[in-house]
Nanobody, 127 residues
């Protein structure tokens, strides 16, 4: 599975950005897609995931209520709408995908990541 993210940029605190990711290749085998981020000097952090067929979602605690993940199966795309952005949201955002089945409510992807990652897109939030 190949993933290409876009939509990053520079925004002031309190603003919004929408990230997009298009998947190609073995998309028929994908169970879930998601977003992770990494700030300089910090470990990769789970942001959100969505299951490809059911549309079940999960969010990291730091973005809950501010970010929304969505998908368009026909276009093989996943989106991340980011509102009320904070300087601590700054980082490189990576689109991700995984083929394994994970039960609803499981924190597997949040704890262990996903199998496939695309090149990241930079998000910078100024104060």
């Amino acid at each position: 599975v190949q993933l290409q993210a876009s939509g990053g940029g520079l925004v002031q605190a309190g603003g919004s950005l929408r990230l997009s990711c298009v998947a190609s290749g073995r998309t028929f085998s994908v169970f879930a897609m998601g977003w992770f981020r990494q700030a300089p000097g910090k470990e990769r952090e789970f942001v959100a995931h969505i299951t490809w067929s059911g549309g079940n979602t999960d969010y990291g605690d730091s973005v809950q209520g501010r970010f929304t993940i969505s998908k368009d199966n026909a276009k093989n795309m996943v989106y991340l709408q980011m509102n009320s952005l904070k300087p601590e949201d700054t980082g490189v955002y990576y689109c991700a995908a995984d083929e394994r089945f994970v039960p609803y409510g499981s924190k597997y992807f949040a704890n262990y990541g996903m199998d496939y990652y695309g090149k990241g897109t930079q998000v910078t939030v100024s104060s």
